[in-house]
């Protein structure tokens, strides 16, 4: 049987692969930033005690803004894959 054309594609992920401290890069990652091209990854701060909500650190949000909190589901829509392994060990975010 062929897939409809118009059928998302399943992501990799599951909400029981979201983790506390894990850096998730986006399915079509984007570089932001002027000068200094940095990766739109998104690190977990907290995951809500249901596991429906999670709120995440990047470097898209702005220096004072408080740290989004979406739905999981939203995520999952947006998150490819986890890159925590790939970050720098100085703690920095991945350059482009």
Same mark, same amino acid.
């Given at each position: +049987?062929?897939a /409809? #054309? @118009? &059928? /998302?594609?399943?992501? =990799?992920?599951? &909400? &029981?692969?979201l983790?506390? $401290?894990?850096v998730?890069?986006?399915? !079509?990652? %984007? @570089?932001?930033?002027?000068?200094? !091209?940095l990766? $739109? $990854? %998104?690190?977990?701060? *907290?995951? /809500?005690?249901? /596991?429906? %909500? ?9 220096f ?6 979406v739905? =999981?589901? !939203?995520?999952? %829509? *947006? =998150?490819? &894959? $986890?890159? @925590?392994?790939? +970050? #720098?060990?100085?703690?920095d975010w !991945?350059?482009?």
């Amino acid at each position: +049987m062929n897939a /409809s #054309p @118009t &059928a /998302s594609k399943p992501s =990799a992920l599951t &909400a &029981a692969d979201l983790k506390v $401290d894990h850096v998730y890069s986006a399915e !079509r990652p %984007r @570089t932001i930033g002027g000068f200094d !091209r940095l990766i $739109d $990854d %998104r690190q977990i701060v *907290w995951i /809500s005690d249901d /596991s429906l %909500r999670v709120q995440y650190d990047s470097p898209t949000v702005p220096f004072g803004r408080k740290y989004p909190i979406v739905d =999981a589901e !939203r995520f999952l %829509r *947006w =998150a490819g &894959a $986890d890159v @925590t392994n790939l +970050m #720098p060990e100085n703690g920095d975010w !991945r350059r482009a």
